[in-house]
């Protein structure tokens, strides 16, 4: 009796709402952006190059480009053909180097197929690498120095400082071991004095590590991964990954109550609905907070770009140094 | 009476012969370094660089500089004064950046009070960098790319592999996070698809961490922190510390009762026993397999020096390329 009248009184899971922190990082960038305008007479400027046509691709440079605007950072967008050569692409990437009004140069991924990436990251001066993948901003960033770092997973860090929530001591553990998330995240994470425990495809007995984590970070790149089952009761989920979810069937199985009838619009709107790594009715009877899938983790990502490339300009031209984040 | 007859049949812990392993790695080395010479004349080169009077470094220095003597690495010894600047110091860096017959170059640290290590190591030709501390090859390393490896991580993964123990799936936890040792060890340890904890000073509940690992690496600092109850019955633990025991009655409560005899009469001769981050006689009676202090890491550290630098030697001068360890 006791025990159900507990669970009856359960608190609803927290959302936590990573769109409401994207505006307020945004609103501090452009003010930051202002400043150096007036007392320095700089604008921080962010070259965007994208190679070939891929669909999604082109979606997220228009957005970055079109952030960019909204924070009074200049954008350049280069946008090359599939036929482009890695020559071609290094030489370009050789020029922004070279120019110095430019303060971050980002190479939307993935590269068309058979262009050795490694080589294209590597050529982009560390000091503009602002998606933070040049190998010496990765190393840095391990070794605890002053580093450019990768958008996700330093959003992800603002996301739980932000809310709250207390990352030293705690538990975490990583779902997925990505150079892009899961891999910075934990390097991130272990920074901030978290126990970090890293999973990917050959963890045997996921959940018996899941299930132990404060904070649940899962970066997987599959649709509902995640089950109750896995989550500690009471556990921060951070679900970083980015499904579609087509039929109305599958959207009614994972949705509760409260949303599915919105989700099964969209889907009748747009053919397709976003979902995360994380089966979210089953999250939300267990989780304390949760980040919503779209909502969440997502518009932090381009608010940290925006970040990142003001950080670069200031880093850059010696204006108030050492304002960079570890 | 049954789970008593199972214990009294408990198999007796493994040890894991590290001097033994690191004798076979100088020899492979050593034929390297002979075909180097006759196919294309040449000679591998380590530059090993002191500063000050530390009595350890300068023991370390001199068994680095012996062992190369004994698998044909040319070697040179710079043992600067404590008063040395860091301009001085990064002058000597740059001209054996610039000496092309100089394949490897080693600052040995900790470098004296005050001076920036970030600094110096930054400077040293990642190429050369037989110590794998440069920013860009711990970035490489975290990005699974071909990179000099730091020496003790290479060296502990090197064991467990001729060892015959599988890394792939086992839960492997890291006690400790140094730039040296801890930090990438994991990283390797994840390469090689391990689920990895990183546990440090913040971390609540260590045994609960550790006594899930099947894998348990102790880099710590802390005689005998790691205790029995800490380990997982039938781990592989992987001790890294080397600590100095002086007091008798202290090594009669760590050392159990073949080997106790033999660390007290050490104490009496030479002042001292070394002992590691693991209890020994307790480990000895949980542990799986063990590596004895000393005689275990300490020997294969150097071991991997010698073969970063012929592998360096190889990188550079693009002599059978593509060798080189991840």
Redesign the interface.
Known sequence: MASSSIEKERRPTRVLDGSRVAVEIKREVAETVTLLNRVYGVSPRLAVVRIGDDQASEVYVRNKVRTSAEVGIMSEHFALPATTTIDELLNLITSLNNREEVDGILVQLPLPGGMDS?RVLEAIDPAKDVDGF???????L????LALVPCTPAGIIELLVREGIEI??A?ACVVG?S?IVG?PVA?LL?QR????????S???DLS??TS?ADILIAAIGRPAFIRGSHIKPGAIVVDVGMNKVTDEGAARALFNREEVERRVETIRKRGYTLIGDVHPAEASEVAGALTPVPGGVGPLTVAMLMRNTVDACRCRRGLEEGKGRK
């Open positions: 490694a040049h190998p010496i901003n990765v190393g840095r391990a070794q605890g120095q030293e001591g538990r071991r150079h891999r390097a272990l004095n978290a126990t970090v425990t890293i999973c990917h050959f963890t045997r018996s590590a132990q």
